[in-house]
């Protein structure tokens, strides 16, 4: 996969020169999600960027979960399996909803058909080796991934049990 250079500013406005990267899905998410969607705007102009999407405060949080999973359901296509995707968020509910994705794919054939038939996932799956999940703050850019490709859990919030029930389903069959 590709590496990505980008241009980012700390605190002091002091300019920092990173590179990350980059695979099948790309999520980047932080408290200043329009300097992240304008760094992957600039990136994309000089570095042909893959497509990008900016999913923040202009969506209803309602709908998050959704567009991630027709969003992956897309880019999952076979026609389009070539393409990667950047998606800037300052939204915990696009970090649930992925952290799903990649969840769904690691227990998928230890979990009951009864219990997967439950789930608004049961279909939609990424495999932890396509997707990169970043904080971007204070100009410093840090994979939040483990080892398993699971979202570490320190970020997350409390609040997001209302996404969180197909997660609980499927811990059980995690080793």
């Known amino acids: ?11 002091k406005k002091e300019k920092l020169e990173t590179s990350i990267e ?12 329009l300097n992240i969607n304008r760094i992957m705007l600039k990136s994309r102009k000089t570095e042909s960027l893959p497509t990008h ?11 998050h979960k959704e ?4 969003i992956t359901k897309k880019y999952y296509r076979d026609d389009l399996k070539d393409k990667q995707v950047v998606i ?11 952290n799903n994705l990649i969840f769904n794919y690691i227990v998928k054939d230890k979990m009951p058909a009864n219990l997967r038939d439950e789930m608004t996932c049961k279909d939609i799956m990424i495999d932890p080796n396509d997707i990169r999940i970043y904080q971007v703050e204070s100009g410093i850019v840090t994979r939040i ?3 398993d490709g ?15 029930n197909d997660f609980y389903k499927m811990i059980d069959y995690y080793e």
Not at 22 to 33: E, H, Q, R, T, V
Not at 150 to 164: A, P, V
């Open 145 to 147: 991934q483990n080892k």
């Open 22 to 33: 980059l695979s099948k899905f790309n999520i980047f998410i932080g408290s200043d999600p």
């Open 1 to 11: 996969m590709k590496e990505l250079k980008i241009d980012l500013f700390n605190s």
């Open 53 to 63: 999407t900016f999913l923040g405060d202009g969506y209803d949080v309602s709908y």
């Open 88 to 98: 800037s968020t300052n939204s915990q509910f696009v970090l649930y909803a992925f």
């Open 150 to 164: 699971l979202i570490e859990h320190n970020c997350f919030d409390s609040e997001m049990n209302i996404i969180m």
């Open 67 to 70: 567009l991630v999973y027709k």
